[in-house]
């Protein structure tokens, strides 16, 4: 009950509200006024009804979760969210769509409407995967919502996209294997052996030599090598690298920069557009030439008595093969021994020429013992190393 005391023209009343976070229409109730008592004055009750409007400030969102999916899994699993609840029906529209992952060969698509019953917070939609057994990169395609029923209820679009990414799970590897050899190794015309030449474990100090540069890719999806790329190095004081030469099957994107000074060649790499090499024989990638010219020097060891050998420190870096489709595989390299250099004994005066200086410095030790001799020469003299230089040397 109101009491207007004499001279008071306002009072309040007061109703308390509920807040919840159930999104819902705007929403009323009514207070009436009864029962005037005036005294008998001249008081008419002339609005005896007052409107209350419940403004709702609640406001629900709808998103999809992004999802990796391991492409053996069968389906994926997205779920569609409304982050409050609602009390009325809302639904909404989803399809899928190809990104790098296609329909039917990577998922199946698929399409729909869901609906969410009030209170409801959480939906899914299951979308099924094809199982491959090539080796591929991961693949997305996506998953849109759209067209939002919401019966007038504040409830927004706020993901509307999901990307869906399937992980391969198919495994291979592929094996570069280093070669040294006298000679070009003779292949098949797509440049393919049926097994690997065998390594020259020396050289010598005046002969040329290769480096050959294989792979293997007998990998169980029967998919060959597409490219390959590595940095090489090599010690630039005893032979200079000359050529690359590409095996035959490496005829795209060829590119590789010989820097001797460093003794590095970067950036060693090519593709081929011939598909299965590699799977069953051996491919030859690469082969690099290598001549003693006039700055390379393989030194006699005086104080030392040696000839060598002396590390030609060959090596690999940075090594990657894909396989058909360009897809990335773990490459590893097997142990290699290299091969080593000797200097040539009969140059004793280490100025790449053999002729009459170096017979003069053979006379001036001709008789002698070297385990006697106080000339460093002696020892290098004595080629049948029987502790003499006579004829027989």
Known sequence: TLIFNPGEKTKTIAVSLVNT?????????????????TNGTAVTLEDNQAVITIIDNDQS???INDLSVNEDAGTATLTVSLDAPVDTTVSVDFATANQTALDP????????TLIFNPGEQSKTIIVSIVDSFLLERNETFLVNLFNPQTNGFNVTLADNQAKV????????????NVRVVNSPTNT??????????QNKNWVSEWSSYWVEIWIDASSPTGQGVFSAAIDFDYNTQYTTATAIEFGAAFTQNQAGSINDLTGTIRGLSAKTNTSGLGINNQLLFARIKFEPLAGDQVTLDLSGKSIGPYE?????????VSLDADIPVITSLPSFNGASIYANPFDFNDDDQINFRDLSIFVS??????SASS???AWFADFDQNDQVNFRD
Do not use: C, H, K, R
């Open 21 to 37: 976070d159930l999104v819902e229409i705007d929403e009323t109730f009514m207070i009436n006024l009864t029962n005037l008592q």
């Open 61 to 63: 969102y709808i998103s």
């Open 105 to 112: 060969d990577d998922y199946q698509a698929t399409s729909g």
């Open 165 to 176: 990414t399937i992980v391969d799970d198919v495994t291979a590897s592929a094996e570069i």
């Open 188 to 197: 098949q015309p797509n440049g393919e052996a049926s097994s690997l030449p």
């Open 312 to 320: 030609l420190e060959l090596g690999l870096s940075s090594y990657q």
């Open 365 to 370: 030790v001709y008789n002698s013992v070297p």
């Open 375 to 377: 000339s460093d020469y």
